[in-house]
């Protein structure tokens, strides 16, 4: 194993719509990891919008999706994301393979 | 992690995922119209958090707003939804759940359409216990209509029609719901998401006419005329400002335009319902000729 003070993993990650975020900053503010910064970039109502600085410190703990006033980002676990993945997978075949 | 990357979201490879907000928005009807840094989305999540977390029949489950920035909330949550009149979102919901006493109502508006014009309506329904969960966002003005002075308008801030400053008493929300009967009254502030999450959801599973006030920054008329800066700059003097003092006497959580928010769960006691009551009364008077309304 590598030094655990100086690798760190990070449990989960966030997904953002930039075309809705109105750049307010509530989430870069408040995430209790501090993992978020603005973009260079401008979207097309001319907001910076979130974007991760330091992907390894996000915890997927959600806190910046309960703050963002215009749905714009939320953040999830990996391992809740595994969950929806192989549950939309399974709806999916379901679908696909109708077998009653 | 490269720009390019980080920009894109490209997330190599990982499912999109849907924000847990959306399936109980009406997609169509976002993006919203509400200003950037406007505190009142925020609310939002933490209300469609906690009737996620609380398994809420949603077929059993009605939302009624009056007119204003707040009572659009109404109209974008994907429930059984009422956009009333001005100040009438009270008895409208007392209309609802008297008809239809298994629905679960709950409403949701302004500072100025619960206290200004629908003030009579909130003191009435909590006198009567009315089963209603009533919110209230509280960003200290009108917004919607431009930044006038509102019955909670804290003394020396500027309003439009209050340029030289608010010499007004305001109304004190809790001390108010309480002393008109309320049996749940709790303050939080947008700051205090996973509080107010746990507090909606503790009050959509009581009895009664609960009330919550929530802090919220306006900051397109609120703040900027009072040079309070942006929503973020005012969520933060929540985090700074606020003292958790749950079983606080309400009479003790007024608030100003600096100086201390106490936030928490005022109130919180049983008293027979209204429709208990008529039950109970009726059931007195007429004894077998009498069947119980709505349980
Ligand atoms: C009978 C009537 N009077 C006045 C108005 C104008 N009006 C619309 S919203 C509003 C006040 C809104 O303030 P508040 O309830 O605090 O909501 P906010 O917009 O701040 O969320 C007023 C006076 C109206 N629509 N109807
Ligand atoms: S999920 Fe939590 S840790 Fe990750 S960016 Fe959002 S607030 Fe920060
Ligand atoms: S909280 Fe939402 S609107 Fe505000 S900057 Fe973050 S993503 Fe954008
Ligand atoms: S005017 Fe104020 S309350 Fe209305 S949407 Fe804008 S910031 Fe929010």
Redesign the interface.
């Known amino acids: 194993m590598s030094d655990p003070a100086t690798v760190r993993k990070a449990k989960g990650?966030v997904?953002?719509?930039?075309e809705?975020c109105?750049?307010?900053?509530?989430c870069i503010?408040?995430c209790p990891t501090d993992c978020l910064e603005f973009?260079?970039?401008f979207n097309a109502k001319g907001?910076h919008y979130p974007?991760?600085?330091t992907?390894d410190d996000c915890t997927g703990c959600?806190?910046c999706?309960?703050?963002?006033?215009?749905?714009a980002i939320?953040g999830?676990r990996f391992k809740d994301?595994e969950v929806?993945?192989v549950t939309?997978a399974a709806r999916q075949a379901s679908l696909d393979n109708p077998t009653s | 992690m490269s720009e390019a990357i980080q920009d894109d979201q490209d997330l190599s490879g990982m499912p999109m995922m849907d924000n847990p907000v959306m399936p109980y928005l009406r997609q169509e009807r976002i993006p919203h119209i509400w200003c950037p840094g406007c505190g009142i989305g925020t609310t939002v999540n933490c209300f469609t958090r906690a009737i996620e977390e609380a398994a809420s029949d949603l077929d059993k489950l009605a939302i009624v707003s009056g007119i204003g920035c707040t009572g659009r909330v109404a109209g974008y949550l994907n429930l059984d939804s009422f956009h009333t009149t001005h100040g009438r979102a009270i008895p409208f919901a007392t209309g609802l759940k008297l008809s239809n006493p298994e629905l679960s109502v709950v409403v949701y508006s302004g500072d100025g359409d619960l206290f200004a014009i629908g003030g009579n309506h909130f003191m009435h329904a909590a006198r009567r216990n009315m089963d209603l969960l009533v919110v209230c966002v509280n960003n200290f003005t009108y917004g919607m209509t431009g930044g006038q002075v509102a019955p909670t308008t804290p003394i020396g801030a500027t309003q439009t029609t209050m340029p030289y400053g608010n010499f007004e008493n305001p109304a004190s929300l809790p001390f108010l719901a309480d002393a008109a009967g309320a049996t749940f009254v709790a303050r939080w502030t947008v700051y205090h998401v996973r509080q107010l999450t746990r507090c909606f959801k503790e009050a959509l599973g009581k009895k009664g006419f609960r009330f919550i006030e929530i802090l919220a920054p306006c900051p397109t008329l609120f703040l900027r005329r009072n040079r309070l800066g942006d929503g973020v700059d005012m969520v933060r003097t929540y985090k700074e400002k606020s003292v958790l003092r749950n079983g606080a006497d309400t009479k003790e959580v007024g608030l100003g335009l600096t100086g201390e928010i106490v936030v928490g769960t005022f109130v919180d006691r049983e008293r027979p319902t209204w429709l208990e009551s008529m039950n109970d009364h009726f059931g007195k008077v007429f004894g077998d000729r009498y069947s119980r309304y709505g349980g």
């Open positions: 990650t997904f953002v719509k930039p809705v109105k750049g307010c900053s509530y503010e408040f973009s260079r970039e907001y974007v991760l600085g992907p959600g806190l999706g309960l703050y963002c006033p215009d749905f939320f999830a994301i929806a993945r939309a």
